[in-house]
């Protein structure tokens, strides 16, 4: 026990602390929240209660912030592997979550990505993000200890915890909602009400639809108050009117009270969304920077552990503006989603060319924007490529998405795909994709069809995506039963609350039965889980694979194969991809001698014969003077 005089002295250094971390930021604090807001009295609220957020900050978060704040570059290295998951379909609630902790270190994960845990009203909760409470859990997942509880364990284990923050929208059956609903002014201005069906359709003429198919429209007729209500998703998912003050301030609190139950990464999902303008997209306003821009400093000075990782699923252009300046970032991270996309495109047309020149383009980029690289995730994949550079080999946009979502539903391109279309839109002639892993790479129809040679072939392609996304800079992030080639789940078909939305064909729950079977070396799950942890423990291991090291591409004479090549400080290591299902070769002018780092074998970097799907990771040999 701390007796008087000590305590008073730990509290103000710790004041200290709060104080300096403030002191170094107030101007700028300051001046953009009176740019967006003039509102003085509502800024000296801000800076009261991150105050008093910082004085209930855990003692254990503090040490970890103070170890952050000296280790910048902590997320930064080589040795982060991520895993998405909802922890109901991996294992019922957060208590079950914190008990399969040991299968995510044996899966050599470190950052875990819990996907929304908040209540939701069910039947229209959109996978968790379309948030009732922001301080409480879905009551079958747990209580807000349980989260606390989670984080803690996770600590313990060294893994980070990532937390979606929704910020762009609430449930309709949110608190604010509800009052709203009344009819109290108040509420009603936290989001965006229009009695005058003008507006709306003003709006509509420049905003595009998110979800054109299953929830189409931009605003909701809330027939209580006799008013629309901008609903970009869907129709129970309010926006917030980020104009006001109010909500930007109790939104940052409840960002806080998330960071305080331990959460290392915070998701700012759909942020480009968050304002809107009469006459504009509604997306990437400059306006949306500012609130990142001010959410960093706010998180700087009372939690500074914690990263922003922003949901940004646009095209390259508007995506790296998220990071901000090296002066004055914005997010931690963001999701590296055009070479997601592309890969999937490269798989499709067997040609690399594409997928070279995004490589090319994210490697210019400054080594501090740190990127989450990823082959699926929760949502459908968009077509979102660079078109401009696909019409020189006379490749169209809307020829091309159609030949794409075709080839993953199996129907061409010699496909061997399982996947579902998600939201076609037929006044543009636009659809999403949506498949597991696995089953896009050929491993649910060859199971099905009991072909071994086949089976082989798809765990060669789904192995080699992975070997590729291992190769990148940055957090490789693998989506939960993807390390054992979880197939498609069709069942979401027989619940009605889901049925209209194919996501849900990929968020099957997490197949613990066919888990076991990974003990087999000669299993489906066996061969990935053992061959992508393989892959792993290499990308740990060297130094090649820091984020700041040098990535280029080298030209690999055969369009089919991608090289890839990383330096650091004495260690270059190239990975050669043969994204086509016939054997290729590849020709280098390098003649250098390479050790395979999975054969061991030494491999004279000239002419590579790569098998259907093969790769190799090669690393320079060091020769004897
Ligand atoms: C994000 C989520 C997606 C959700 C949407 C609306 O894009 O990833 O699943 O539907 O936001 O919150």
């Given at each position: 026990m701390l007796d008087g005089s000590e305590m008073s002295k730990k509290m103000s250094k710790e004041t200290k602390v709060f104080d300096d971390r403030l002191s170094e930021r107030i101007d700028e604090l300051r001046w953009l929240y009176i740019e967006l807001y003039e509102n003085d009295w509502m800024f000296a609220e801000l800076i009261g209660q991150?105050?008093?957020?910082?004085?209930?900050?855990?003692?254990?978060?503090?040490?970890?912030?103070?170890?952050?704040?000296?280790?910048?570059?902590?997320?930064?290295?080589?040795?982060?592997l991520g895993m998405m998951l909802y922890a109901d379909r991996f294992s019922k609630n957060l208590k079950g979550v914190k008990r399969h902790l040991s299968y995510l270190a044996e899966a050599g994960v470190n950052v875990l990505h819990l996907m929304p845990f908040f209540d939701t009203p069910k039947g229209e909760s959109d996978g968790g993000f379309a948030v009732k409470d922001f301080r409480k859990v879905r009551s079958d997942l747990g209580e807000m200890e349980?989260?606390?509880?989670?984080?803690?364990?996770?600590?313990?284990?060294?893994?980070?915890?990532?937390?979606?923050?929704?910020?762009?929208?609430?449930?309709?059956?949110?608190?604010?909602?509800?009052?709203a609903k009344t009819g109290d002014g108040e509420y009603m201005s936290r989001y965006y009400f229009f009695d005058?069906?003008?507006?709306?359709?003003?709006?509509?003429?420049?905003?595009?639809?998110?979800?054109?198919?299953?929830?189409?429209?931009?605003?909701?007729?809330?027939?209580?108050?006799?008013h629309f209500v901008m609903t970009r998703f869907h129709g129970y998912q309010w926006d917030l009117n980020y104009h006001n003050p109010r909500v930007f301030n109790e939104m940052v609190y409840?960002?806080?009270?998330?960071?305080?139950?331990?959460?290392?990464?915070?998701?700012?999902?759909?942020?480009?969304?968050?304002?809107?303008?009469?006459?504009?997209?509604?997306?990437?306003?400059?306006?949306?920077?500012?609130?990142?821009?001010?959410?960093?400093?706010?998180t700087e000075i009372v939690c500074p552990g914690v990263l922003l990782l922003g949901e940004v699923v646009m095209e390259p252009e508007q995506v790296v503006p998220y990071f901000g300046t090296v002066e004055k970032p914005e997010c931690h991270m963001l999701y590296n989603v055009t070479t997601m996309a592309s890969v999937w495109h490269t798989v499709a047309t067997r040609d690399a060319r594409l997928l070279r020149k995004q490589i090319d383009?994210?490697?210019?980029?400054?080594?501090?924007?740190?990127f989450l690289n990823y082959l699926r995730c929760h949502d459908d994949i968009g077509w979102g490529l660079d078109y401009g550079f696909l019409a020189q080999f006379g490749i169209e946009e809307a020829a091309h998405k159609k030949y794409l979502n075709d080839y993953f539903l199996g129907i061409d391109g010699y496909s061997n795909s399982r996947g579902e279309i998600y939201n076609d839109d037929p006044s543009t002639g636009d659809a999403r994709i949506c498949g597991t892993t696995a089953s896009f790479c050929g491993i649910e129809k060859a199971v099905s069809e009991k072909d071994e040679k086949a089976i082989s072939k798809a765990i060669d392609l789904d192995v080699m995506l992975h070997a590729f996304m291992?190769?990148?800079?940055?957090?490789?992030?693998?989506?939960?039963?993807?390390e054992i080639g979880q197939q498609n789940d069709y069942s979401y078909k027989n619940d009605p609350e889901k049925a209209d939305d194919s996501r849900y064909l990929h968020r099957g729950k997490f197949r613990w039965d066919l888990e076991k079977k990974r003990a087999s070396g000669k299993s489906v799950e066996g061969r990935l889980f053992g061959r992508l942890r393989e892959l792993e423990k290499i990308r740990n291991k060297h130094k090649a694979f820091l984020s700041d090291a040098d990535v280029w591409t080298e030209n690999a004479a055969n369009e089919s194969i991608l090289c890839v090549g990383r330096?650091?400080?004495?260690?270059?290591?190239?990975?050669?991809?043969?994204?086509?299902?016939?054997?290729?070769?590849?020709?280098?002018?390098?003649?250098?001698?390479?050790?395979?780092?999975?054969?061991?074998?030494?491999?004279p970097m000239k002419e590579i014969k790569l098998e259907g799907y093969e790769f190799r990771i090669l690393m320079e040999e060091s020769l004897p003077d």
């Open positions: 991150m105050g008093v957020f910082y004085g209930d900050r855990g003692e254990d978060l503090k040490k970890l912030d103070l170890y952050r704040e000296e280790h910048r570059d902590w997320y930064k290295k080589n040795d982060k349980d989260l606390s509880d989670l984080t803690a364990a996770c600590h313990r284990r060294d893994i980070c915890v990532c937390s979606d923050f929704v910020m762009n929208h609430t449930s309709d059956q949110h608190e604010w909602a509800l009052k005058n069906e003008e507006i709306t359709r003003q709006y509509d003429e420049t905003v595009p639809q998110v979800f054109p198919s299953t929830a189409p429209g931009n605003f909701s007729w809330v027939e209580e108050v006799n409840n960002l806080l009270y998330l960071a305080n139950r331990g959460v290392d990464i915070i998701r700012l999902d759909a942020v480009p969304y968050i304002w809107k303008e009469l006459g504009t997209d509604c997306r990437n306003l400059l306006q949306v920077h500012t609130i990142v821009r001010l959410i960093r400093l706010i383009t994210v490697a210019e980029l400054p080594k501090e924007y740190i291992l190769m990148q800079s940055g957090v490789p992030v693998i989506y939960s039963g993807d330096y650091h400080d004495g260690e270059k290591i190239y990975g050669v991809f043969n994204f086509s299902e016939n054997e290729k070769t590849a020709w280098f002018d390098n003649g250098g001698a390479y050790r395979d780092l999975l054969s061991r074998k030494l491999v």
